[in-house]
């Protein structure tokens, strides 16, 4: 990168931020050609972005992908509820109850009371008697 001074590094960081924001694209020959760094350093900037930020994501084949906004929030809540259902996964320890509060915590799901069946699919009027507590997707991930 420009220099092995630490603030430089993170005033480089800072405009490739901001680059891969204004141009809504994150690549290498982005940032190389912009900043005038060499590949190495534009993959390191790169690869500091997709750790430290909600913005910008490796793919397996990679590429570097930029999502931002509701696209990217979602995102986020999708890979920390999945991270924490794998992590049960490999202590054997995984319960209904368990998936229920990830999803809760991380926003995907919601609580609603009802007092009648909600419709044709509602498994809740064949198990259960009414008013009775329902977990449905979160109304910010659904767009509904």
């Known amino acids: 990168m420009k220099g092995d001074d630490a603030s430089l590094n993170d005033e480089l960081f800072h405009q490739a931020v901001e680059l ?41 084949n990679g590429l570097y992908l930029y999502i931002h906004g509701p696209i990217g929030e979602e995102l986020a809540r999708l890979t920390a509820f999945a991270q924490e259902v794998l992590s049960a996964l ?25 007092s009648a069946r909600c419709g044709d699919r509602c498994v809740c009027a064949t198990l259960f008697e009414f008013p009775v507590v329902c977990f449905r997707p979160s109304t910010e991930v659904a767009g509904r």
């Not at 202590?91 to 919601?110: C, N, V, Y």
């Open 20 to 60: 891969v924001h204004q141009h809504r694209a994150a690549s290498t020959a982005l940032i190389q050609r912009h900043l005038r760094v060499g590949w190495r350093a534009a993959e390191a900037l790169l690869q500091r972005m997709a750790a430290e930020t909600m913005a910008v994501r490796k793919m397996q």
């Open 90 to 114: 490999t202590t054997d320890r995984i319960d209904a109850d368990q998936l229920r509060a990830a999803a809760l915590r991380h926003g995907l799901a919601k609580e609603a009371t009802v």
